[in-house]
Each structure stands twice: as C-alpha cells, then as structure tokens.
C-alpha cells in the first residue's frame, strides 16, 4: 500500500471514535471514507492529516512511519467542508501560499498559479478576495491551493457538502477528472453513498469507528455483508429466511454457511410480472421521474420494487416475483460491531 | 505497490524543541509572565501586608484596628452612601435613555448616542469641573441667581458621578436590549400582546442581566473614583480621597492594604455574579439578529425622547463648559475669549501631557501584542495551561484601579522586591494602565479569536506553514480590526485614567490627569480645564485617526 493505516484507536473520554482501524490507499487510488455522521471518518481523516493524535496506531506512509509528524511537514493537500480560504489573501495568492511557503522564486510562483487557476477555469478571479467568490468557486480555489504543491496525498473532507445540488454535481465530476489526470492518492470523507459511489475506486464504508467493510463501488452495492452496509448504500428488501422462503423459496436454499442470514434484495434486482394468483400486491406507487418505485404487500411483509421510467402496474393489482440467486447478496446483523 | 521515487517524508516524532511548540510556549509564557509579575504579584503583596502584624506574623490585626476606629466608619458610610445614590440614579437614568434609544421613535438619536460617547474621552475629572464652572462659588448659575449653591461635597459628588457612569449604563444596558430580535415582538404582536405587557414580559426580562451588570459596574466605578472625588468632594471625605490621603501623606501602607482588600470584595463579588449572569443569557447569539424597529408611538416616544435629550444635554454641557471656560479670559468675570490659561504656569508644565501620550502608546502597542500572543498561544496550548490562563487573564477587571495603583506602590516600593528598580519609572505606569484594562482588552481579542475558523490554520498546516508563519499571514490580518480597537480601547484609557496612575506619579513622571489635579488644587480651575481639554483633543485625534485606519482596512478586504 501507498498509505497504510494500522490499528488505529482513538477516544474521547468513553467515546471511541476509531476502533482498531486499519485501511489503505494504493497509488494513484481514490478512496471514499463513507458512513454517517458520528462513524468516526473525519476522524480518520485527520488523524491521517496529522491534525490529531491517535492513542495508539500507525501510519506508514512507502513504508515510513509518519504516525507523530506535524501535519506541516507531511505534503498533504487539505480541502475542508467550509472552503477556509485565507480571507485576506486574494485567489492568487491563496494559491501560491504553499509555494511561497517552500521558498519558490516569485516567477515560479506565478506561472504555477497561473496553471492551476487555468485547470480549475478561474483565471480571470485571480486577484479577487475570497469573500467575492460563490461557494462552488471557493471550492475550487480550495482544491487548486491544496494540489499547488504536488501534494502526496489529497485530504478531502466533505467538500461539497456545503454546495447546492446542481454545483455539487459539476464539481463531483471535476474532482474526479482532475485526480484521474493528476493520479494523486486522495481521500474524501463523506456521508452521501451516492457521491461515493460516483467517484471512487474503493469505497471505506464505517459505522460506530469501525471499518464494516471495504471495496469497490459494485462490491458494496451488490455484495454489501452487513445490515449496517446493505441499508447506508441505497435501498433494499432485507429478508429472513422464513420470510424469503415465502417469496423465494429457490433462493433460501442457497443461503450459505457463515453465519449470513439476512437475503438483501435491490429494488430494481426484482422482476415483476402481471399475474391475478401472484403472492404480491401493489400497495403504492411513488413517480420519480426516471423511476417508479412500487410499494408491495407480500407473504414476505411489505417490499420495495422499482422499474424504470413508468409503471406497468396499477394500485391492487397482483403481481408475481422474480428474483434470481445472483441478485441476492447474503448479509449479517452487524450488532457485533457496537458491543465490544 | 510501487513507491513514488520522489520526495519521502522524514519520519520523526514531535521533538521538544519543534518549532510550533517553542513558538507557542512563547506566546503563553511572555504575557503569562507580565501577568504574574504585574498583577497576581502585586495583589497577593497587598493581601499579605493586609494580614501582617507588626511582628512579622500573620493575623487579623491591621483589620481589627482599622475597623475599630470611628473614622473608618464615617467614610465608609459616606462613601456608600454617594455611592449608592449614584448607582440608582445612573442605572434608572442609563435604562430610560437605552430603551429610548433601543425601543424608542424619534429623531436626533444621533445624539444622545454621541453625548453618551463623550465622558470615555476625558479623565473622570471633568464632570467636576464643569460642574464648579457652572454652579459653583463663581459659577454662571451662582452669579445669574446671586445665591451661593454649596456645589462642593455629597451632591455635586453623586451629579458628577452620575454624569460619569451613565453613559456606561447606558451602553451595558443597551447590548442587552439589542439581543432580543424583532422577530419575538412581531409573534407577540400577533398573539395579541399590548405594548405594555411586551414591555413586562420581554424587554424588561431581556434587560434584567443587563440592569444587574449595569449596577455592579457603576458601583464599582463609582466607589473607587478618585479623579471627582478629589476635585469636587469637598469636605465629604469617601474611600477613594482617604486611601490617597493615608497612604500617599502619611505612609500608612497598613489601612491601604486593608481598605484595598475590603474595597476588593464588593467588586470580586459583582465580577462573579456577572460573570454567572452572563453565562445563563449566554444562549442568546449576536449573530442573524433581527434588530427591532419601533413605529412611532407619541405617548411612549415623546417622554422618552424629552428625558434623552435633557439628560444627554446636560452631559455635553457639563463637558463643553469646561472646553469654553478653557479659552475665557477670566470664568466668570471676562467672557472674552484668549489662550491666557493654556499657559500652564505650574512646575512641569505640558510635560506631563507628553509623558502620557508616551506612556500610552507603550500601553497600547505592548498590550495589544501581549494579548494577541496570549490569544495566539492559547488557541494551541495544552488544556491544563489555558483554562487557568483563561481565567486568570479576564481577573485583573475585578481589581479597580485604586487597589491596582495601591498595589503597585506596596510592592514596587519595597527595596526587598528584586523589581524595585521599577519604581517611580513610566515603564510602572505603562504597566499598571495595561494590566487594569487586560481584561477587556484580552475578553475582546477572544471574541474575535472564537470567529476564526480552525480549519484556517489546519489548511495553512497542510500546506506546510508553522504556527509564526501563520499568525502572521493568516491571523493577523484576520484580526486587524479588533486589534485596532483594543488598540485605541488602551490608549484612549491609558490617556484619561487617573485611580491606579495617581499612586505612580513622581515629580519627574508624572501624567496628565495627575497634572491637571494639581493645577485643580492650586486654584487654577481655568488651567486645569485648558489642560483637559488639550487631554481630550490628543484622545479625540487618536480615535479619529484609528477609525479611519479600521475602515480603510475594512474597505481595502473582503469588500463585496
């Protein structure tokens, strides 16, 4: 691993904020930290940032341990939430203040600034203060600041967070083209599956200050182990195996051996077809625009379907279900993880 | 997985000697020290001299014979008792002209809020003398009614007192006022409640804290000012002129230490009880308030505009006597104008004017670096340092300047103090004017520090600055426009003050309100007015100057 994390703990008076921790960053790899507020990934970002200490743990980074290196002297690039750029620092030299920092000759400075406001298509606010900028050009200022210095890792703490949804979209792509084409290791924490799901080459799924489980983008959604993973990355239908024996009798049979006893079921992963005998019912339907979600009642309790675009099916009528084996993740109740 | 040949971080741990940690022990350490040595230092000496017998013990002896003597009592009692009547007046008076300003409709706001400004620009003094100008022996009220007004003593005490502290009223009350937002008044409007059952049931629990800090500062203020007390006091001897008197006159440093103690405990008591009411009313935020704005109500605006007016009045009169009495010929005989008084014709003449600007420029330069370090090196000490220092650096507000002043004198004057060499030197003064306003100065810079966000300096770390590097680039400039206030907040006090410096003064460094006390006491009221206002302009220069420095930084950033 290009960063490696190792047993990392740490607390907060009785509160465990990271658990035993361990996770990575490959080069040139861009990791998602997801889960919800309180799981402990801002925690692990700053730790990994240097701007906390943890108890106990190590952070190697090419195998050098960097566990009690101040955070000025690690090379990261840090992009916070809240934009904080230097209020009274134009959008140049907020830019250039990690290279005026290293003692870069003024040329330089400016040249490199001048690039980067160029990738970022800000050039002409290079001498506006910060103040006069929107929100979703803060942001971009704060990422062209945080890669001025070829940094060794890319920190990106919930960065569109305070954004309105159409900006968050624009600038989820832009981050994500501008790391494919600089391959910078970057970490972003955030709590939206869907952000994560959009950018990342692996995605760090945590609850409670544990690591749940870690993987690619199509590993988490369609082969989530835990409850706690199968819920936070979209929908499902979470079945016991008596219940799905009622609408899937086929499937419950293949239920492996470890201990998995809860079949998660995608909405979309549910074939339906009209038929007056089917075991379900409609109950509801909700429009969404490039989907209909289906509210059903079936021997297995209520259920959720979608199809795209919009509804065959009608409010009472009887439908009869198709789920195939490959759909049908198998998941445990993650209890375990709060207890200990 | 193949590392990158390039740049590898050095591994290390946090040395001892890193450079973040030197930098912030020195930012903690330097004004942690001033602190011990200019304040903690001396109170402590002043309470242990309070408790030494005359053999060397320790004991309650000074105090039993203090209070055993009847003239402690006497003055005590005078004391309260001006004391007291002032509080009641300057507090009713100071909540009438703030709900007039704060929940009132009329014109020439303007002002009163300009008049209430004007007695923070002069030397408590100067109510004194206005009021000698105007109803005194030869005042113009005396020579147009012919009779003779005793101006001298208990009432003209209680009306220069008042004139004094409320505009400090005034200013308390009306902070608070301003907290409760519009919003509130409109709901209940809506609910159906009359303007006098708003008034009980929001602006007067709204204002409740402010009232009560409102009494205990004019209390404070009040009992332990020197400045009007020794010009207009009379023969109605208070706390203040007695200390003065014993201490300095007689060398009796045993009744300084106990009445200092003594005159420690109300205002101790208030500071907590403040500190107590203004955490409860804490959950109120400054920020996204609403401010009320009153419609027009006759009943309501016209006696509350009538009382502004001849309140605030009566204060720009008493000050502007003194500024017009400054260039007459001869009060009250020869109203031609001339600059015959600004011939300062005692020993020392503008020297002591030139001396405090001095002395106040060091004050307010040195404090407002020490308090920013201090706010800097907080931010990152450990917990077991900064909540002491917290504390310990918003204390020195509970010490008035009389005890502080007392204070100085028994410590610095002592040839066993390894310090002593201090003694009657301006570097005291600059010290004793910065240490008797660390608390607002420090409390200040705080309010300014809680708005800027730690993820300023956490990007500036990342990016690979220290702690100096980013206090200058980032921080500073950050906090440019508190820094100027705390700045002018210092020197325009350093300037005017006179109940700690009065201890201080030497005939080779002496400051200005100490100068204008003697010409007062020599009989020349006319110099001593010339002198003030001279005061007066230097500090109105200053605040004029540093405003408009705060608006050209204001307007050069984060404009838009």
């Known amino acids: 691993m290009y960063l490696d994390v190792r047993d990392l703990t740490k607390t907060y008076g009785t509160f465990t904020a990271l658990d035993r921790v361990s996770a990575g960053v490959d080069e040139g790899e861009f990791v998602c930290l997801l889960g919800p507020s309180g799981c402990g990934k801002t925690t692990l970002l700053r730790v990994i940032a240097g701007l906390i200490e943890a108890d106990s743990g190590q952070i190697l980074l090419k195998g050098a341990d960097i566990s009690g290196m101040p955070t000025r002297q690690r090379g990261f690039g840090i992009v916070f939430q809240s934009y904080s750029l230097f209020p009274d620092m134009t959008v140049a030299q907020n830019v250039g203040y990690g290279l005026k920092i290293r003692g870069a000759a003024r040329d330089r400075i400016r040249k490199r600034v001048g690039e980067l406001l160029d990738m970022i298509r800000l050039p002409h606010l290079a001498d506006r203060y910060p103040g006069q900028l929107s929100g979703g050009q803060q942001q971009r200022v704060a990422l062209a600041r945080s890669i001025a210095v070829d940094p060794q890792l890319l920190l990106l703490d919930e960065p569109l967070s305070a954004l309105d949804a159409k900006v968050r979209a624009e600038l989820r792509r832009e981050i994500h083209s501008l790391q494919r084409e600089l391959r910078i290791p970057t970490i972003m924490v955030t709590h939206d599956q869907e952000e994560a799901l959009a950018v990342s080459d692996r995605i760090i799924c945590m609850n409670r200050g544990h690591l749940v489980q870690a993987g690619t983008a199509e590993e988490l959604y369609l082969r989530p182990q835990t409850r706690f993973v199968a819920d936070f990355m979209g929908r499902s239908n979470l079945l016991g195996i008596e219940a799905l024996a009622r609408v899937a009798p086929g499937l419950a049979a293949a239920r492996p051996r470890d201990g998995a006893d809860l079949a998660c079921i995608r909405p979309e992963q549910i074939g339906l077809s009209p038929d007056p005998d089917g075991p379900a019912r409609v109950r509801e339907l909700e429009f969404l625009g490039n989907i209909t979600r289906i509210g059903l009642d079936t021997p297995a309790g209520n259920m959720v379907a979608e199809v795209s675009g919009h509804s065959p099916v009608r409010p009472g009528d009887r439908l009869s279900l198709s789920i195939s084996s490959e759909h049908c993740a198998w998941v445990r109740e993650d209890a375990a993880a709060g207890a200990q | ?560």
């Open chain 2, 1 to 560: 997985m193949t590392a990158r040949p390039s740049t590898a971080p050095v591994p290390g741990r946090k040395g001892l000697f890193d450079a973040n940690r030197l930098f912030v022990a020195a930012c903690v350490g330097i004004p942690a020290l001033g602190l011990l040595l200019f304040f903690v230092q001396p109170v402590a000496i002043v309470f242990l001299r309070s408790i030494t017998e005359p053999d060397g013990s320790y004991g309650l002896g000074n105090y039993h014979r203090i209070l055993e003597g009847a003239r402690f009592w006497r003055v005590t009692g005078q004391s309260l008792v001006m004391t007291l009547i002032t509080t009641a007046i300057s507090v009713g008076a100071g909540f009438v002209i703030a709900l007039a300003l704060y929940r009132g409709h009329f014109r020439g706001k303007w002002f009163v809020r300009g008049a209430i400004l004007l007695p923070l620009l002069a030397p408590s003094l100067m109510q004194s003398l206005g009021l000698i100008f105007l109803l005194g022996r030869n005042g113009i009220v005396s020579r147009i009614l012919g009779t003779e007004i005793e101006i001298y003593g208990l009432w003209g005490l209680v009306i220069a007192n008042t004139l004094y502290a409320l505009p400090q009223a005034v200013m308390i009350i009306g902070a608070a006022l301003v907290l409760l937002d519009a919003r509130v008044y409109e709901a209940a409007d809506v609910m159906g409640a009359r303007p006098f059952r708003q008034f009980r049931d929001l602006t007067l629990p709204a204002a409740k804290y402010g009232i009560l800090s409102a009494i205990f500062v004019v209390f404070t203020i009040t009992i332990t000012d020197f400045g009007n007390a020794a010009v207009i006091g009379g023969n109605y001897t208070v706390l203040a002129t007695e200390i003065y008197r014993q201490v300095v006159g007689r060398q009796n440093f045993n009744l300084g230490a106990v009445v200092g103690i003594m005159l420690l405990l109300p205002t101790v008591l208030a500071y907590f009880i403040e500190r107590q009411a203004s955490r409860k009313s804490r959950g109120q935020k400054a920020a996204g308030i609403l401010p009320y704005v009153p419609k027009y109500s006759p009943l309501r605006d016209i006696p509350l505009a009538a009382f502004s007016f001849v309140v605030s009045g009566f204060v720009v009169l008493v000050m502007a006597v003194v500024v017009y009495a400054s260039f007459v010929t001869l009060w009250p005989y020869d109203l031609s104008l001339s600059l015959k008084n600004y011939a300062i014709d005692i020993a020392g003449g503008y020297d002591s004017l030139w001396i405090t600007i001095w002395i106040s420029l060091w004050a307010a330069a040195v404090g407002t670096v020490f308090v920013f370090a201090l706010g800097v090196g907080l931010r990152h000490a450990p917990a077991w340092i900064a909540q002491p220092l917290q504390v310990l650096a918003a204390m020195p507000a509970a010490v008035p300047g009389l005890v502080l002043g007392l204070a100085y004198i028994m410590a610095f004057n002592s040839l066993s103090n390894p310090f002593n060499f201090l003694y009657g030197t301006a570097t005291l003064i600059i010290a004793v004017n910065f240490y008797h306003y660390h608390t607002q100065a420090f409390l200040t810079l705080q309010t300014g520090f809680r708005q800027f966000p730690e993820t300023l300096e956490e990007a500036g770390a990342s990016l690979g600055a220290n702690l100096g590097r980013l206090s200058r680039d980032v921080v500073l400039p950050f906090m440019a426009p508190m820094l100027v206030s705390v700045l002018l907040f210092l020197f325009m006090r350093s300037m005017v003050t006179i109940s700690a410096v009065v201890f201080l003064s030497t005939p080779s460094v002496s400051v200005a309100s100490f100068q204008i006390l003697r010409l007062e006491d020599s009989g020349r009221t006319s110099q001593a007015a010339a002198f003030s206002t001279a005061l007066m302009g230097v500090v109105i220069l200053a605040l004029l100057l540093l405003t408009l420095l705060n608006r050209v930084i204001a307007s050069h950033h984060r404009a838009g």
